[in-house]
Every structure is written in C-alpha cells, then in structure tokens.
C-alpha cells in the first residue's frame, strides 16, 4: 500500500504471481483519465532495462484500474534492509543509479525516488518501479496526491513549486543514498517534526547526517555520501547527470574496501 494505490496479489495465467497495483482514482475514471494512466503504462511496457520492473499490462475489474508487473517476494528495498541489516548495499544503489540514468537517456523523468520504490528480486538485485506515475498523479484525488515524492525527498525547487525534472530525480537519489546507507527514513534526526517544519529545514540547507561511516559488514561509506552530498546541492544545475553518478558509483566501489573503513559517528540537529 502506498500513496496511490493498493497493493493486492493475483495470478498471471495461473501460473505466475503477480502484483496488481490498484490507482487510486475514481472508480470509471473519465476517458481522457484512462488514456493518460494508458499512456505512462505504455512508455513503462517498452522499457527494457534490466533493473527496471518488467510491466504487463494494465487489469481493469469493477470500474478499478490496476497496474500487473511481477511480484516481488522480498518486497521494496527499505523493508528488505530493514530485515536483512547486514546485506550489502553498494549494489543496490549502483544498479538504480543505473536504471535512474537510462531513464533520463530515453528523456523520462521517474519523479518519485526512494527505496520505497526500489523493489528486491529473488536473486537480490534492485529494480526500480512506478515508472511513469507522476505523468497522471496530477489528476489523482488531492488527498492521494499529498503523497508524491513527500518532502524528505523532494529537492529545494520542487518545495517551492518547481517542476520536476532529471535534476530533481539526481537530488531524491541522493536522498536515497542517505537513507539506503543509514537504513532510517531521511532526516530521521527530525523525528516528530511536523511536514511544514522538515520543508523549512531542507529550505534552509539541512540534509540528511550520516550516522556510520561503514556497514556492519566493514563496507565503507565514505565515497557513497561524497557522492550523495553532490546530488543534493541546492542550485540544480550544479547537480552532476545521473549518468555521472553511475560513473562515480562505479569508481567508489573500484575503491572502497573494508580494510580502509572506521567507524565515524556525527552528530546532527
């Protein structure tokens, strides 16, 4: 379940299992709706990238619209680290960093970047879903809407009304990066903030504090939130290309070895 849909579990043929993604929008939506949510199924079907979630098609039943693609059993990246705390994590923001820059090659903007969205395959790789959400979220309910790339993710631009755009994906990834290393919600040293207050603090430049500056398992941290730390920046245009980012990601783990890793912690408001 998520900020737009539900999400239920159906068979594929009898034979596969599948997730089936119920939008949440009206049942019988309008037909200029259905071409919209049709068309951002449409441009996720033809891509072909092996970290993006394969999509089957769209199910419609009782007026609902679902979105079919397979069914992960390890479920979304957050909840997998969550329960596997001593997994790599390297891999996992490599190979999104990997689907992220072939999106933006095909000139498609994700929009909503976070583990949440990132699921985990059988074999533990990552693949990155809700391809193509925010080409029809603006006509969702206002309430579904609300939780479209929440604060916590959202670039400084995008608080203040901006568009998104691939800068504002470089900028969640890196968000991403704080809370796939951390394993904790971003900002989660503002817990109990309100919505408004985590607006007016990444406003205000404050982003996500790194906790450790390596694994449970001595993988070291440090050029991973260098790179996180670029992605963020305030100005969008001094954001390096998700492709950039894919080169970084590559050279950090050419580099990084547990042998050079010592524990850092810092502190932060």
């Known amino acids: 379940?998520?900020?737009?849909?539900?999400?239920?579990?159906?068979?594929?043929?009898?034979?596969?299992r599948v997730a089936l993604k119920r939008l949440r929008i009206e049942r019988y939506p309008s037909e200029n709706k259905r071409r919209e949510i049709e068309g951002a199924?449409?441009?996720?079907?033809?891509?072909?990238?092996?970290?993006?979630?394969?999509f089957i098609g769209i199910y419609r039943a009782d007026g609902y619209t679902?979105?079919?693609?397979?069914?992960?059993?390890n479920g979304n990246l957050a909840h997998y680290l969550e329960t596997n705390p001593h997994t790599g994590r390297s891999s996992f923001?490599?190979?999104?960093?990997?689907?992220?820059?072939?999106?933006?090659?095909?000139?498609?903007?994700h929009g909503n970047i976070k583990a949440r969205n990132i699921l985990v395959s059988a074999s533990r790789h990552a693949l990155l879903c809700d391809i193509g959400l925010t080409k029809w979220v603006?006509?969702?309910?206002?309430?579904?809407?609300?939780?479209?790339?929440?604060?916590?993710w959202q670039s400084?631009?995008?608080?203040?009304?901006?568009?998104?755009?691939?800068?504002?994906?470089?900028?969640?990834?890196?968000?991403?990066?704080?809370?796939?290393?951390t394993g904790k919600i971003p900002f989660a040293q503002l817990s109990g903030w309100t919505e408004a207050a985590i607006i007016n603090a990444v406003l205000s430049g404050k982003r996500p504090v790194l906790e450790a500056s390596c694994s449970l398992t001595g993988e070291?941290?440090?050029?991973?939130?260098?790179?996180?730390?670029?992605c963020w920046?305030?100005?969008?245009?001094?954001?390096?290309?998700?492709?950039?980012?894919?080169?970084?990601?590559?050279?950090?783990?050419?580099?990084?070895?547990?042998?050079?890793?010592?524990?850092?912690?810092?502190?932060?408001?």
């Open 1 to 16: 379940t998520g900020h737009f849909s539900d999400l239920f579990v159906g068979m594929y043929q009898n034979t596969v």
């Open 41 to 54: 199924a449409a441009i996720w079907m033809l891509l072909d990238h092996p970290h993006i979630l394969h």
């Open 66 to 73: 679902y979105l079919a693609s397979p069914f992960m059993e």
């Open 93 to 109: 923001l490599l190979e999104t960093a990997d689907a992220v820059a072939y999106l933006h090659s095909q000139g498609i903007v």
């Open 138 to 152: 603006s006509s969702v309910t206002a309430s579904a809407s609300e939780g479209l790339g929440t604060a916590r």
């Open 156 to 181: 400084p631009e995008l608080l203040r009304g901006g568009s998104r755009c691939s800068a504002s994906d470089t900028y969640a990834f890196g968000i991403t990066i704080a809370e796939v290393l």
């Open 220 to 230: 070291s941290y440090e050029h991973m939130w260098d790179i996180a730390i670029r």
């Open 233 to 269: 920046v305030k100005d969008p245009n001094s954001r390096p290309p998700m492709a950039e980012v894919l080169a970084l990601l590559r050279q950090s783990g050419e580099l990084e070895s547990p042998a050079r890793c010592s524990i850092r912690i810092l502190t932060g408001y």
